[in-house]
C-alpha cells in the first residue's frame, strides 16, 4: 500500500539535482498515460536536460515538487509566468501514487502561485483525445478553448530574408531585448517574455528572430534548435513565442525564422500555432507548413486569455 497522503512533502522548489529524478518521472509518468489512451506502441523519451535547466530557471520559485518519506519525488508542477500570463507545464505524478489526490493537490498549489502573483491568464495544455484528463481540470475549474497545433515544414535550401539575431551583435542583446518587450506589452499590456527569452541565451538553446520596420522593431520570434529529447540531434527548430505587429510581418518573421534554422543546419521548423489566430494559421497551411500534433489549451474560470491590439499576433506555448 502506498503511504498515506500525509506522508507527502512539499511543495517544495526542485533544483538542478532533482532534474534526473523529475525526468524519469516524467518520462513513466507520460508513457503510462499514453498505453492507458491504448497507445500501446508510445514510449515518451527522457527530456534533454539542458531544456530542464531551463524551465527550472524560468520558473524559479514556481517549480513546485513533492517528496514521499524517503525523500523520492511523486510529483512536480513547473509553473510558469510571463508576466499577467501564467500558465502550468509540465506536471505529472508518479504512476504509483496516482488516485490519491495528489493530481489535484499540484494543480491547485499551481493557481494558488499565479493567483498570489497577479496573473490574469491562467492556462495549461493537454491532450485533446484524453477524455479523463479534460474531465480532472474541468472539475478544478479549467475550460477548454482553442487548439495549440505544431505544424511542421521540412526545408529544402535556404531562403533570402531580411531578418537579424538578438545575439548579433552582442552589443545590442540588452537593447533588443528592451523592443520586444515594449512590442509585446503594446500588443497585449502585461505581457512580457524577457524570462523567456533571456533563459533561451544563458542555457544556449536556440535564439530570437527579429524583423524590423523603418527601423522600429515590428516583430519577433523565439526558438530553440537544442535537441527536446536527451540523445538526439539537433535536426529541429521549435518556435515557442511569437509577436508579430500584423500578418505581412508574421510571414516575413516566418521566413526570417526559416533562414536562422538553415544556418543552425536545422532540418525542419516547428511552430506552436494557436489556433484562435486563423490568419496566421492559414498562412502557416499556404507556405507549406503541415500538421503535426495537437494540444488542448484550457484556462481557469475567470482567468482566460487576452485577445492581442490592432489585429497583432501573439503564440504562447505553455510547453516546454
Not at 493567483?115 to 479523463?132: K, N
Amino acid at each position: 500500500m502506498p503511504p498515506p497522503e500525509s506522508a507527502v512533502r512539499g511543495p517544495e522548489r526542485a533544483a538542478p539535482a532533482d532534474i534526473e529524478r523529475v525526468n524519469r518521472l516524467f518520462s513513466e509518468a507520460f508513457t503510462d498515460r499514453y498505453q492507458r489512451d491504448g497507445m500501446m506502441g508510445v514510449r515518451v523519451p527522457l527530456l534533454n536536460p539542458a531544456i530542464w535547466r531551463f524551465a527550472l530557471s524560468t520558473a524559479g520559485e514556481d517549480a513546485l515538487l513533492w517528496r514521499d518519506q524517503t525523500g523520492g519525488v511523486i510529483a512536480f508542477n513547473i509553473v510558469h509566468r510571463s508576466g499577467a500570463e501564467g500558465w502550468m507545464g509540465p506536471l505529472a505524478v508518479r504512476p504509483d501514487r496516482q488516485g490519491e489526490g495528489l493530481g489535484a493537490t499540484i494543480v491547485r498549489a499551481g493557481i494558488e502561485r499565479l493567483q498570489r502573483a497577479g496573473a490574469r491568464t491562467i492556462g495549461l495544455e493537454t491532450m485533446p483525445r484524453t477524455v479523463e484528463n479534460i474531465g480532472f481540470y474541468s472539475r478544478l475549474g479549467f475550460r477548454p478553448g482553442h487548439l495549440t497545433i505544431s505544424l511542421v515544414r521540412e526545408l529544402a535550401r535556404a531562403v533570402s530574408h531580411d531578418a537579424q539575431r538578438l545575439t548579433a551583435p552582442m552589443s545590442l542583446i540588452d537593447q533588443r531585448l528592451e523592443e520586444c518587450a515594449a512590442l509585446t506589452g503594446r500588443l497585449l499590456p502585461g505581457l512580457d517574455f524577457s524570462r523567456e527569452l533571456c533563459g533561451t541565451i544563458e542555457h544556449r538553446l536556440g535564439d530570437v528572430t527579429l524583423v524590423y520596420q523603418g527601423g522600429v522593431l515590428t516583430g519577433f520570434a523565439l526558438w530553440h534548435s537544442a535537441p527536446l529529447a536527451e540523445g538526439r540531434g539537433p535536426d529541429e527548430v521549435r518556435v515557442l513565442k511569437l509577436v508579430a505587429l500584423d500578418l505581412p510581418t508574421f510571414r516575413r518573421l516566418v521566413v526570417g525564422v526559416e533562414a536562422h534554422a538553415t544556418e543552425e543546419r536545422a532540418r525542419r521548423v516547428s511552430v506552436r500555432c494557436q489556433t484562435a489566430h486563423r490568419t496566421a494559421y492559414t498562412a502557416l497551411l499556404q507556405a507549406g507548413y503541415r500538421v503535426h500534433w495537437t494540444d488542448l489549451r484550457m484556462t481557469l474560470d475567470g482567468h482566460e486569455e487576452m485577445a492581442p491590439a490592432d489585429g497583432g499576433i501573439v503564440f504562447s506555448n505553455w510547453e516546454i
